[in-house]
């Protein structure tokens, strides 16, 4: 069996489709799906996914980009969902910073300051991370560190093959491996997995994006996720059945999901 930790659902390019893409993914071995929370504007189709399907979960959550959404989000109304396993996704992506130094900076302000306050929500509901990291893994690690976001551990969702952030293991968190692990140009992610314990692994799509190979190009799917399980397999040289288990068993501890 395998969980996919981190699959938009909710997104326009299942609305067609979405029966079909769970179907295969389930006769593919893909047993649970959690939706991250990233637009809120998605998270009533969202639920009503989580809703009509028995194996589907969700989180609650506001991702940096999208971090004005965050005041306007009424918590409440989803976290005490029987379903919502995790708050998130959220944290800090200074990749597309624009304009001036003042402009930059302001931005980070608000983005740590968005982050923040959803690590706050986690604790308060004792609910697990869902962490976006991109161009700030030191920010972010000292954040988490400084707001003890390790009383409630998470994931790394798309871990970026930084070695800075291994250490957040000891703080309870888990890194997500998804499709970047099966590109030509993953060198880093490839030379970095053997260091992260494999009881801190979990397995993710991010789809429809991160569509790995031998179907880049298309969107992503959950039965990929076979894909990124081969490809661990053959780096950490154990049995694709030991991946899908040992990755099931930490996806289970962590989310609550059995």
Do not use: W
Not at 80 to 104: N, P, Q, T
Not at 243 to 249: A, C, F, I, L, P
């Amino acid at each position: 069996m395998i969980i996919d930790t981190h699959i938009h659902l909710d997104d326009e390019r299942y609305k067609d489709d979405l029966e079909d893409v769970l179907n295969r993914a389930r006769e593919g071995g893909v047993q649970r799906f959690i939706i991250p929370g990233a637009d809120t504007k998605t998270l009533p189709r969202a639920i009503a996914i989580v809703e009509a399907n028995d194996d589907v979960f969700f989180a609650v959550g506001v991702h940096p980009y999208d971090k004005e959404q965050f005041d306007t989000l009424d918590f409440e109304k989803y976290v005490h969902h029987e379903k919502c396993v995790a708050i998130g996704e959220c944290g800090l992506d200074y990749f597309r910073l624009e304009g001036s130094d003042e402009e930059k900076e302001f931005e980070k302000q608000e983005q740590k300051r968005v982050f923040k306050r959803q690590i706050k929500l986690a604790q308060k509901y004792k609910k697990p991370l869902i962490v976006h990291i991109r161009d700030a893994s030191h920010d972010a690690k000292m954040l988490m560190l400084e707001a003890k976001a390790g009383e409630i551990g998470g994931v790394l969702h798309c871990f970026n093959a930084d070695e800075e952030l291994l250490s957040l293991a000891d703080e309870g968190f888990y890194f997500g491996i998804g499709g970047v692990l099966t590109f030509k140009n993953a060198k880093k992610l490839v030379n970095v997995l053997p260091k992260i314990p494999q009881e801190k692994l979990l397995i993710e799509t991010d789809g429809p994006y991160l569509t790995p190979t031998p179907h880049r190009g298309e969107r992503n799917e959950p039965l990929y996720t076979t894909f990124v399980v081969q490809k661990i397999s053959a780096l950490l040289d154990i049995s694709i059945e030991n991946v899908k288990s040992m990755s099931t068993e930490n996806a289970s501890k962590l989310f609550n999901i059995f």
